[in-house]
């Protein structure tokens, strides 16, 4: 059964949860994990397509978008998309879109990222995992 986490942020910056996904992004990728990063529009993919290449010096994220992905690519890592994930990603997915995707089911594990301003809706979020048995984890993320 997929596992479900919330990291809940504190830091108020417009750009905190997609520099936090990228972070985790980057820690999954590291343990070998295929990630899927659901976002809520193609400017948000943008940002993150852009943010993976440069939100840490030194790091290196091989990714692509759900655009620019080819049917049979099977070797790239990480997808950013908005709708439905590719063939082959149900490992690790990453919600910035801020809503419950339809495929979340799929994934061994979900991580929910919510900005200070989405929590009440988080919260709507958190009630429908937990009424459907899902196992959830919160984390409160510090400002940095």
Known sequence: MTEV????????AEQAPAHFACRLTEKAHGE?????????????A??????????RQ???VPHATTAD????DDLTPVVIGTGE?????DDVLVNIAGDVGGFFSRFARHNEIVA?????????????YKDRGYQL????????
Do not use: N
Request: proline share 6%; aromatic share 16%; hydrophobic share 40%.
């Open 137 to 144: 984890t919160t984390h409160k993320i510090p400002s940095r």
């Open 32 to 44: 070998g994990h295929r990630v899927f990063i659901h976002v809520a529009d193609d400017a948000q």
């Open 46 to 55: 943008e940002t993150l397509d852009r943010m993976l290449w440069s939100f």
């Open 85 to 89: 994930p590719p063939t082959g990603f």
């Open 116 to 128: 200070p301003s989405q929590v009440a809706d988080a919260r709507q979020r958190y009630r429908f």
């Open 58 to 60: 030194g790091s290196f």
């Open 69 to 72: 992905l080819t049917a049979d």
């Open 5 to 12: 986490f919330f990291y809940i942020l504190e830091d108020t």
